[in-house]
């Protein structure tokens, strides 16, 4: 596994996926957050938040904490959500010593390999809930839907740069692990392009699976109600009984 798509390729994230592109999809998972709660959402800790695309259209007076394994996503996050604390660390094991009304894992769950992982990821968010607190989780695909197949995109930066990506989403084994393919052509300010092969070994896992951690964890679930899914991704959306 590469994965140069989070460390030396983090400053192309602006321009290949526009954060102003995320400001419907970031009010539409605050609203599920809030759909999860019996008290307002103030506060909620992002967990894999990459560039901070999504924590870029949160309202100033929600206080958000965003998280990251690799220090060169949450430098480009710092510049795009600027006052923001940011927490560079494995989700699977961070311990900030502090509660949040909610915690949102959106696009990261697949990166988490074994059944064990999500288990840790759930613990995590549990740790930082306080009583009450509704968990987020929309992982990109689960076992019963995973698919083959290839997406595209890109976009042109203010500041001269254009990139343009393909992604090739091979067949998945019988328990859900498969390979994507990333092509990245990027094109600086000064008009010279390169082009990144990078390679990620991902993993679907059962949707049985996540509602016995979440159950097992002391979560019940909840109906998120008419959207069961964004851009393919799946909600799952949990409340902290104890
Ligand atoms: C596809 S991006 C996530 C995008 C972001 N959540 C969003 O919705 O815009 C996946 C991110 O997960 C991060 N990541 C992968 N494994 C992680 C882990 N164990 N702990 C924290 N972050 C992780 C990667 O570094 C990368 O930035």
Redesign the pocket.
């Known amino acids: 596994m590469s994965e140069q798509a ?1 460390t030396s390729l983090a400053s192309w994230w602006p321009v290949l996926s526009p954060p102003q592109d995320y400001d419907e999809l970031a009010v539409l998972l605050m609203g599920v957050m809030q759909q999860g709660l019996t008290r307002p959402l103030k506060s909620f800790l992002e ?4 560039t901070g ?2 924590g870029s259209h949160v309202p100033e007076q929600i206080e958000l904490v965003l ?4 220090p060169e ?1 949450l430098e480009v996050s710092r510049a795009l959500c600027p006052g923001r604390e940011h927490v560079c660390g ?3 094991t961070l311990n900030l010593d502090r509660r949040f009304d909610a915690v949102l894992i ?3 769950l697949m ?1 988490l390999l074994t059944p064990e992982d999500i288990e840790a990821a759930i613990q995590t968010a549990k740790r930082h809930l306080s009583p009450g607190g509704a968990l987020l989780l929309v992982p990109d695909a689960v076992l019963e839907t995973v698919q083959p197949g290839i997406a595209q995109g890109g976009g042109d930066s203010p500041d001269g740069r254009s990139a343009r990506f393909l992604e090739w989403h091979h067949e998945p084994d019988a328990q859900g692990a498969f390979r994507v393919d990333f092509s990245f052509l990027l094109r600086e300010a000064n008009g010279e392009i390169h082009q990144v092969h990078d390679v990620h070994q991902l993993q679907a896992h059962p949707y049985a699976l996540y509602e016995r951690l979440l159950e097992e964890a002391g979560f019940e679930l909840v109906d998120p109600g008419e959207l069961a899914e964004v851009h393919g991704g799946l909600l799952i959306l949990a409340k902290l009984t104890d």
């Not at 967990?47 to 990459?50: D, T, V």
């Not at 998280?67 to 690799?70: E, F, M, S, V």
């Open positions: 989070y967990l894999g938040s990459a695309h999504l998280n990251d394994i690799r996503m494995d989700l699977r959106h696009d990261v990166y």
